[in-house]
């Protein structure tokens, strides 16, 4: 049974930094290819930043260079490093399989950006 627990959000001014981690179980991060996700109201889930088996990273194009993604293979965790937050980047952020995410979905950390 797969178990992804995020955490580490939370209310940050803009230009701060938060650290993201989502811990796994059910399913091995350094053979599985992962990623961070996020929703914010009333738009679709989107994927953040991806990490492969093989340590390839991924951005999309509107956090690149502000967020890093890497993994602690000894505590089977993905973590997301965000600096230079920005309101737009408000939102819940959520970890799971890439590029074909499970039907499970953790319950998500939320990250607000604001003055």
């Known amino acids: 049974q797969v178990q992804l627990v995020e955490s580490g959000g939370g209310l940050v001014q803009p230009g701060g930094s938060l650290r993201l981690s989502c811990a796994a179980s059910?399913?091995?991060?350094?053979?599985?290819?992962m990623a961070w996700y996020r929703q914010a109201p009333g738009k679709q889930r989107e994927r953040v930043a991806a990490?492969?088996?093989?340590?390839?990273?991924n951005y999309a194009d509107s956090v690149k260079g502000r967020f890093t993604i890497f993994r602690d293979n000894g505590k089977n965790t993905v973590y997301l490093q965000m600096i230079g937050l920005k309101p737009e980047d408000t939102a819940v952020y959520y970890c799971?399989?890439?590029?074909?995410?499970?039907?499970?979905w953790g319950q998500g950390t939320q990250v607000t950006v604001s003055s």
């Open positions: 799971n399989r890439w590029p074909v995410p499970l039907d499970y």
């Open positions: 059910g399913i091995i991060v350094r053979i599985s290819s």
């Open positions: 990490i492969t088996s093989d340590g390839n990273r």
